[in-house]
């Protein structure tokens, strides 16, 4: 069993910052990438960032900037720096990892339960 657990959501003014974190733990042989996407009331779930394995990082046009992705391979963690934040940043932020597993080799996708950032005016 695969699991991700996320930590770091809650409430903060406009401007202010957050630090998202995102562990992998279970049974997989490698991480492929890790990121995070949010999804705001009413809204379709969108990418926020991602950093593959290699260390390529991708960032929403929204977002360039002011988040950051990061990761500490040797705990499977992935973090989510936000700064400047926005009232339209507000939204549940979901860990997604695309992990090599004995069932699927070559990577499936695991999300975590999501964290709510609340970003208030």
């Known amino acids: 069993q695969v699991q991700l657990v996320e930590s770091g959501g809650g409430l903060v003014q406009a401007g202010g910052s957050l630090r998202l974190s995102c562990a992998a733990s279970?049974?997989?042989?490698?991480?492929?990438?890790m990121g995070w996407y949010r999804q705001a009331p009413g809204k379709q779930r969108e990418l926020v960032a991602v950093?593959?394995?290699?260390?390529?990082?991708n960032y929403a046009d929204s977002v360039k900037g002011r988040f950051t992705i990061s990761r500490d391979s040797a705990k499977n963690t992935v973090y989510l720096e936000m700064n400047s934040l926005k009232v339209e940043d507000t939204a549940v932020y979901y860990c997604n990892a695309d992990l090599a597993t004995i069932v699927a080799i070559g990577g499936m996708d695991y999300w975590g339960k999501g964290t709510l950032v609340t970003v208030s005016s």
């Open positions: 950093i593959a394995s290699g260390g390529s990082t």
């Open positions: 279970g049974s997989f042989f490698s991480i492929n990438a």
